[in-house]
């Protein structure tokens, strides 16, 4: 049993149930719930996900005298208090010693983790030579089986598709006009609170294996992020969960 307004599951024509987003767009938890499967799905209640908003659950927890109706909100990652999440890893991890490197594998610097390096990040790196070109340099990809963490232009962020793997299906795919199973004119979802992408999207139930091609670029994308595919009669449906390869 989930307490907070995280999403809604309701039966489905032929699937059983289904996992679609809170009525309460501002906590909707469908993105992070959809590893959870159909099997999860079955042994799990909701019992806020149709609740309008926040103020509302707080306004009924009060009627009831429930200390928690005052309760301040969480945000970002919530045992991290004071919001420095780099101090926290480096405190957990230690300090390991890496190179930042070019798209080319010029060593560039020196760091002290890639696990305090977020894609798409452009201050802190730690950099004391400016780029040739005179150009910003932003973090295009982190390695960490060699502790490398890779700067180069902006443009090398942009990503025209999407591939995943560690597939979780939470409908039936559709059969697509070139012989694939999928799902066209859906959107995908990269972060817990992104704005949904436009995309068309393939999957290969046997390798458990995703494609998403965007209709627009996307910029930055990390391994390891959660690919989560929306559909269905409304849109707010979760189909599918994968891990970015």
Do not use: M
Request: charged residues 25%; proline residues 7%; aromatic residues 4%.
């Amino acid at each position: 049993r989930l307490p907070g307004g995280a999403a809604s599951s309701r039966p489905g024509e032929t699937t059983g149930l289904t996992l679609r987003r809170a009525a309460d767009a501002a906590k909707d938890q469908s993105y992070v719930l959809a590893v959870s499967g159909r099997d999860g799905l079955s042994r799990a209640l909701f019992p806020l996900g149709d609740a309008p908003s926040k103020a509302d659950v707080r306004a009924e927890a009060e009627r009831r005298g429930l200390p928690v109706a005052s309760k301040p909100d969480s945000y970002d990652i919530c045992f991290v208090a004071d919001g420095d999440t780099r101090g926290f890893l480096t405190r957990s991890l230690g300090v390991h010693e890496g190179t930042l490197v070019s798209p080319d594998g010029d060593v560039l610097g020196t760091h002290d983790g890639y696990f305090g390096f977020t894609v798409g990040q452009r201050k802190g790196l730690g950099l004391t030579r400016p780029a040739p070109d005179g150009r910003p340099r932003y973090v295009i990809e982190t390695r960490p089986s060699t502790n490398e963490v890779v700067v180069g232009p902006e443009e090398l962020l942009s990503r025209k598709s999407v591939d995943g793997n560690n597939l979780i299906l939470l409908a039936d795919p559709l059969p697509l006009n070139d012989g694939d199973l999928g799902w066209q004119d859906v959107t995908i979802q990269v972060r817990a609170h992104g704005r949904p992408l436009p995309a068309d999207v393939a999957v290969d139930v046997e390798t458990g294996t995703l494609r998403a091609k965007l209709h627009h670029p996307l910029r930055g994308l990390a391994a390891g992020q959660s690919v989560v595919v929306y559909g269905g009669d409304s849109g707010d449906q979760v189909l599918a969960q994968a891990t970015v390869a």
